[in-house]
C-alpha cells in the first residue's frame, strides 16, 4: 500500500531500504573478499518483521532460529529444514530433529541436547549426522572489560575451561554415525570491537588445534556494530578474522558462518512520533509523545537516542528557548521517559521527533501495552509502502474466548 509521509499518523517505524540494501550488500562484498566461502544467518530474534525476514530470504540469507516459535516462523516464511541454523538453549525435539534430518545446521547447546541426539542417531543408524557444538570459553579474558558477562561465566554452550566442551565432544564422538563438523562461538559483548572477533578467531584456531577437529563450518555468531558513528563497520572485521582464521582454516573446507542482527537493520530504520501535549509541573516541562520507551528501548538500557526533530509548520510564532523539555512517552509509567532536551526550542503539539538507528531488539521486544503495535512503513526514495498494519483488537484478540 502506497501513502505520502504527509497524512501518515504517527507513530509508526520507517525502514529505509536503499539503506538495508548498502548494509547487506558491504557485508556480502566484506565476506566474499575476505573468506570467500560464507553463509549468512539471519537472527530472527533481533527483528523478525516478515517483510525484513523476507527481504534476507530473497538474498539467500538462512534464518537463525533460537526457539521452535522462531523455527515455525522461519517455515511459515517459506524456509526449508537446510536453510535453519538452530542455536540456543530452547530448542524444541521435534524441530532439533527436523533440522538435523534436513541436513540443516545445528549448534549444539546442551547435555539434554547431546541425549536427543544419541536417540535421534540411533533410530536412523545409516545416516549420518553433522552438527556443530558451542564452545563457551573466558573471552574477557582475551578482551578484559569488553564482554557483556565480564567476569563471570557465560550462560550458553559447553564450558571450554571446566572440561565440559572436552566432555561433549568425547561423548559425541564416541557416536558412530555422529560427526562434529561445526564451532559456534557467539559471545556478546558491550564493545563489539574488533579485537572481540578477533579473539573469538584464535579461539577457533585454539579449540581446532586442541581437539584435532575437522571442520565444515565456523560460526562467529552475531554482535557486530554497524552503522554507528566511529564504530566499526563489517569491512573492519573481517579482514582481521580472515587473518586469524587463515593460520588454522582454509576457505576450502571450512566455511565461515555469520549471524548478523542489529548491525544490519539499526541504521535503515526510524521511528517517527508526535507530540500531542505540553505540561508544566512544578517548573519542569513535560512533553508527551505519542511514542514510548517500550517502543524503541525495550529493556530500558538506552541512556541517549539519536533523533532528529520536524518543527511543524501550523506554528509561526517565535519559539522560546526552554531550560528543560522531558519528552515523555504516552504510557502511564513515570519511567516512561526518553530524554531531556535541554537549552533548546519549545515543542508544541504537532512537532515529529524522529529516532534513528531503532531496527534491532525494538519491534521484537514491543510489549502490548496500552497501545497496540504500531505501522511500519518502508521507504523506497518518495514511496511509503505499509508493511504491517499497525495491531487493533482484532488482532489483539485472535485466537481468544470470551
Ligand atoms: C543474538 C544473537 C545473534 C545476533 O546478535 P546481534 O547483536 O543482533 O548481531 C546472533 N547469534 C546468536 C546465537 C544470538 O544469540
Same mark, same amino acid.
Given at each position: 500500500m502506497a501513502a505520502s509521509t504527509e497524512q501518515l499518523q504517527t507513530p509508526y517505524f520507517v525502514i529505509d531500504e536503499p539503506v538495508l540494501q548498502h548494509y547487506y550488500d558491504m557485508l556480502v562484498k566484506s565476506l566474499s573478499e575476505s573468506w570467500g566461502n560464507y553463509l549468512i544467518g539471519y537472527s530472527f530474534k533481533t527483528n523478525s518483521l516478515p517483510w525484513l525476514v523476507s527481504y534476507v530470504k530473497r538474498r539467500g540469507a538462512y534464518a537463525e532460529v533460537v526457539s521452535e516459535d522462531e523455527y515455525s516462523l522461519a517455515k511459515y516464511m517459506g524456509f526449508q529444514d537446510d536453510e535453519i541454523i538452530y542455536n540456543g538453549p530452547y530448542k524444541g525435539l521435534k524441530s532439533f530433529e527436523d533440522v538435523l534430518l534436513a541436513g540443516g545446521i545445528v549448534n549444539l547447546d546442551s547435555m539434554q541436547e547431546i541425549d536427543w541426539l544419541t536417540d535421534l542417531a540411533g533410530a536412523h543408524p545409516d545416516k549420518i549426522f553433522e552438527v556443530g557444538i558451542r564452545a563457551n570459553f573466558n573471552l574477557e579474558k582475551m578482551c578484559p572489560g569488553e564482554t557483556t558477562m565480564g567476569e563471570v561465566s557465560g550462560r550458553f554452550g559447553f564450558c571450554y575451561e571446566t572440561g565440559k566442551f572436552a566432555e561433549a565432544l568425547k561423548i559425541l564422538r564416541s557416536l558412530s554415525n555422529v560427526s562434529v563438523t561445526g564451532l559456534h562461538l557467539h559471545s556478546s559483548s558491550? *564493545?563489539? *570491537?574488533v579485537n572481540i572477533f578477533r579473539s573469538i578467531a584464535q579461539m577457533a584456531c585454539q579449540l581446532k588445534t586442541e581437539f584435532n577437529l575437522n571442520l565444515n563450518y565456523v560460526d562467529l555468531g552475531g554482535g557486530y556494530c554497524g552503522g554507528m558513528e566511529g564504530r566499526p563497520e563489517y569491512p573492519d572485521y573481517f579482514p582481521v578474522v580472515a587473518e586469524e582464521l587463515r593460520k588454522c582454516f582454509s576457505p576450502n573446507q571450512t566455511r565461515l558462518i555469520v549471524e548478523p542482527g542489529i548491525s544490519l537493520i539499526s541504521k535503515c530504520t526510524t521511528f517517527v512520533t508526535s507530540v500531542f501535549d505540553t505540561r508544566d509541573i512544578k517548573g519542569t516541562r513535560y512533553v508527551m509523545t505519542d511514542g514510548s520507551r517500550f517502543n524503541i528501548d525495550p529493556t530500558m538500557i538506552k541512556s541517549s537516542h539519536l533523533f532528529h526533530i520536524d518543527y511543524t509548520t501550523n506554528c509561526s510564532a517565535p519559539r522560546p528557548v526552554i531550560i528543560q523539555q522531558i519528552i515523555s512517552g504516552f504510557t502511564c509509567m513515570e519511567v516512561d521517559r526518553l530524554f531531556t532536551y535541554a537549552d533548546q526550542p519549545e515543542l508544541i503539539p504537532g512537532d515529529r521527533i524522529i529516532y534513528e538507528n531503532? !531496527? !534491532?531488539?525494538t519491534m521484537s521486544l514491543n510489549p502490548l501495552f496500552i497501545q497496540y503495535f504500531p505501522a511500519v512503513y518502508v521507504r523506497n526514495g518518495d514511496n511509503m509502502r505499509m508493511v504491517r498494519k499497525k495491531w487493533t483488537p482484532a488482532e489483539y484478540v485472535q485466537g481468544s474466548e470470551w
Open positions: 558491550k *564493545s563489539r *570491537s531503532v !531496527g !534491532g531488539y
